[in-house]
């Protein structure tokens, strides 16, 4: 029995402890290992691995390590990896456990919690069948595009489903400007300059939504592709079309350089 697996986690000390006890099963072979979601998302489609040790609550917030890149790997793969979360805080197990991963292991990693792991997983998937689920790609039913040999798939789209008391009220996630902290609920602002509101809290919404909405302040997430500027000295961002100006905060700057860096890797001319 072989089983591919790949570190995903922002602190390279925490890295290495992994995979020493990992390596000391003969059955786990190590692929790689990234520090933030973005590598730690192409790596996974690049291998698929059978087995991934996930950090969620990173060191780093500049990472985006979250939950939210499993939610991602539903997009692109039928069959997704073993999942065994490995981070510092026992508090967010049970919303881990709503994500069906496989284990939730507190750091450091050792033997024996990593021997219970494996143990389980033996027994909920049928012998012939342990860790030999390759992953593969989701093809849409449309015609597929090949050039240089390479295959070129139709993503969907995500729609969030906002439910309250049997009104189920669908959004294209694109359509959301951004989010805003409300105590307990979270108002989105939509393009239209509709606000709906969702009886979740913004952490919640963070643990869901990956690129390109990004945390920024301890109230706001922002939807970086609705972003007409960037005002480091205010400390704001500004959004298109609108005349809302969105604060960010010290803590979360590295989020907003990544915004700025990633503007300049795209089709680009500074004047």
Do not use: W
Not at 109 to 123: E, M, P, Y
Not at 218 to 240: A, D, E, L, M
Request: charged letters at 25%; one cysteine or more.
């Amino acid at each position: 029995m072989n089983c591919p697996y790949i570190i995903i986690d922002d602190d390279q000390e925490s890295v290495l402890k992994t995979k020493s006890v990992a390596d000391s099963f003969s059955e786990l072979t190590f692929v790689a290992s990234a520090n933030n979601y973005s590598d730690g998302l192409n790596l996974i489609l690049e291998h698929n691995p059978q087995l991934v040790f996930l950090e969620i609550d990173p060191a780093d917030t500049s990472s985006n390590l979250s939950l939210a890149l499993i939610n991602e790997l539903y997009r692109y793969l039928k069959a997704v990896p073993k999942i065994i979360i490995t981070t510092t805080k026992k508090e967010l197990a049970f919303e881990a456990i709503q994500y069906e991963v496989a284990d939730y292991i507190l750091k450091p990693v050792n033997r024996v919690a990593l021997v219970k792991s494996i143990l389980k997983l033996k027994k909920s998937i049928p012998e012939d069948e342990i860790f030999l689920q390759q992953a593969s790609v989701y093809v849409e039913e449309k015609p597929i595009v090949k050039a240089k040999q390479e295959t070129i798939t139709q993503e969907q789209p995500l729609i969030l489903c906002i439910k309250s008391y049997g009104d189920y009220r669908y959004i294209d996630a694109s359509d959301i400007c951004y989010l805003q902290a409300d105590n307990n609920s979270t108002d989105l602002h939509l393009k239209n300059g509709e606000i709906v509101t969702a009886f979740k809290t913004l952490k919640h919404f963070e643990g869901i939504l990956s690129t390109p909405f990004v945390r920024i302040h301890n109230s706001y997430i922002i939807n970086r592709n609705c972003i007409s500027r960037i005002h480091t000295g205010n400390s704001v961002c500004y959004i298109k079309n609108t005349t809302a100006k969105i604060p960010f905060s010290k803590s979360y700057k590295s989020n907003i350089d990544l915004i700025i860096s990633d503007f300049s890797n795209g089709n680009y001319l500074e004047i």
